[in-house]
């Protein structure tokens, strides 16, 4: 092959390609997860979760270590319910930290101390409210303790980024 026919070839493959964009630039729906609650399966939002999140492949990810119910203070009430309120309240701190909200959460794992089904009204109660109808994925682990003494619950969270 003649040298004029290698440079037109590989000049008009250049030009071919100028057009094509080597990244995808994400538009607003590129970067929306996806809640799945196959029918079959029932509905698990009056229990504060679905089943499962789509997560863009795109999308950056960000892990959120376990968020506790200390106050500003280093406070920790002994009241199960101030501290899983005050948990989800740390847990918004942060995702605002990182310039995230609470419709980008895919996923939350909580930790219970001596989880026991009376704890389940407070622990729903508290995801909806800082969740609303986009409730993440999420599993309850029931603990007998966790790192500090008398922590009683902990929420962890996996979040897409924008």
């Known amino acids: ?9 590989i000049g008009g493959l250049i030009v071919m390609t100028m057009g094509v964009p080597t990244t995808t630039a994400a ?13 079959n399966l029932g509905d698990p939002s009056p229990n504060g979760y679905s089943t499962a999140v789509i ?19 280093g406070a920790l009430s002994p009241d199960f319910d101030v501290q899983v309120a005050q948990a989800y309240a740390n847990l ?22 001596d989880h026991d089904m009376s704890k389940l009204e ?3 109660r508290n995801v909806k409210e800082m969740f609303g109808e986009r409730l993440p994925a ?18 962890e969270a996996v979040v897409m980024l924008d």
């Open 92 to 113: 918004r701190t942060v995702l605002e930290g990182i310039g995230a909200k609470p419709d980008q959460v895919a996923k939350l794992t909580v930790y219970v101390v």
């Open 27 to 39: 538009n607003e729906n590129d970067l929306k997860l996806t809640i799945v609650n196959p029918p």
């Open 55 to 73: 997560v863009p492949s795109n999308a950056r990810m960000a892990y959120i270590s376990g968020q506790g119910g200390f106050d500003s203070t």
């Open 138 to 155: 999420q599993t309850l682990v029931p603990v007998p303790k966790l790192a500090i003494d008398p922590m009683l619950f902990e929420v």
């Open 1 to 9: 092959m003649s040298l004029v026919i290698k440079h037109s070839l």
């Open 122 to 124: 407070v622990l729903t």
